[in-house]
């Protein structure tokens, strides 16, 4: 009995120990998370930049600049280009750019003169192949861009200072940009040696004029005069069908002549890249400085 | 019995008093000269004198105007000298990421031209350049060139009737000259700080270049040109030892193309001949390269405190 009474304070004791062990980790459990969120450094999430100017928050940019295709098969493009854009904050922005092309037909690539004087040799030659077309129509169907219209979300996730020849110093931004918009294209003339006589819906070669959707998407940088005013640089790709040549791409004959057939079908979707240069101003024209 | 439950009384008591503690601390006003700090209270009259080296507790919110409340905002702090434990007391700035000189850089790339409707040729080849300060050096590049003949190349001969005249690619080599006229940094979304400088290169070497024989089965000849090349790209700083670059070079040379009078039966040496001759051109070949930057020395020392 006597044992058994022992046995039974023991057992008592050690539960209460390991009871009042329990309770003690636990309540400690919260102090001890606090004492390690105590330790942890000042710095933590902290901004890595600080009195930042915010120069693109909550402000409207607009401006114009030239703009210049590149690589285009036959005709460059020098366009002026005005841009308006809104900044929901410092990160991202919506804007309307527009091209009006300012050389529609006054710069041809050298892709463009070499076949144009390639032409003009064989057309005169005793051995020309009758087939090949006359220079002067050949480059009458070579299309060339009118003008231009897209929208473009502006993400910005790039922002920083720059010191140029360790004098000139100033805050730039990185951003790529995604959109879509319309782009005309013209032609100098639909030539007659293109028809086909009695099918005027077969022709052989036929300008691609009009409007075409076109996407919209590239990148581009901002870099600040002043607090401002800033240089834009963009460089995009505009992607659209085109048939910029005029002639059959997909070599399909017609049967009662085996001359090529041109339609809608000689389509593609098309690269066609554009630089572009712009002054840009931006309102209110103070920025909002990060604490 | 009653010794645990005085026990676990005493000890939850003990316990929740500072957790109680902690859970205040955000209500109480700054206004306690003790404040919590194991730092002697600041007299009242020099109390500025306990604040921060640089108090930056002015600057109120972001965008937020500079009224009387901020006025007294700021009054309240500084007079109290409160201690703050914030990443807004502490003052960071982040010294040049990146030492260049006296070491010497190895970049493989691989590059695409991008100015050629016909022909496109991709690159690979690598820089190898020796920094003699921190912004000029002085190297070596070659590369290896592989083409790919374009849809447009294709129809002109089914849209035309006429067939190219081009030439291809082989290999390049030159001298460089390397200079930095810009360096930054830029914060990717305010979160990490990313060191970049601008590279600008001159360049003098040789290229090999061969016709494409407009005749399938043709013999073709190479041309070995003196080129001049310009470059300008941007760097980035990945880690001590690496970057990452993007580079756009213009390469300049005289080349001869087949000869367009070329006949049946004329020898190789004769049609280079009149090749030259007749049928020279300028070429400018504008090229996009990226390449990997590793330097050695892997490390580099600062040369001044921080």
Redesign the interface.
Known sequence: MMKQTIAMRKA?AVA?RI??LS??GV??L??IA?ADQERKS???????????L?LR?KRVELGVGVGAT??Q?FYNALLIMPKLAFHFND?LSLAAVGGYNATPTSWP?S?NN??YN??VL?NSSSAA?T???NAND?RATMNHITYLAVGQVEFI??????????SIFSY???YILGGAGVINLAAPAQPQSCQRAGEPSQPICQAHTGSELTFNAGVGAHAFLTHWAALNIELRDLIYKNNA?G???L?NLYPADDL?VTTSADLEWTNNYLVSLNIQFFFPTTP???? | MKRLALGLTVILASLSFPILSLAQEPEQPASDAAGGDKSPPPPTESAPAAAPDLDLSDLGEPGEAQGEGAASKKSTGAETGAPRKSWEDIVVVPRKAFLKKYRLELAPFTGITLNDPLIRHYSFGGDLNFYITDVLSIGAEGQYFLKELSERETLVGAQYYLVPTLNKLNYQYALTFGYVPGYGKFGLFNKWIVHWDLTFQLGLGLIETQIIPRAYGDASFTNKDIEGQIGLGVRLFVTDWMTLSLTFRDYMYEDAFEWEGRYSGETLADLKTQSQDHQSQFVQNIMMFFSIGLYIPPSFTYRTPR
């Open positions: 008592v209460s009871v009042a309770t003690v309540l400690a919260p102090t606090r000042p710095l933590t999430n902290a901004p890595v930049v600080r009195r930042r915010e928050d590149v690589g098969d990160w690539s892709f070499d076949v390639a032409l064989q192949d087939r090949s077309p050949a996730p790039l922002s920083g200072k720059i010191a140029l020849l360790n730039f931004d990185f040549s002639r059959s791409v070599g090529p909002k400085i990060s604490r």
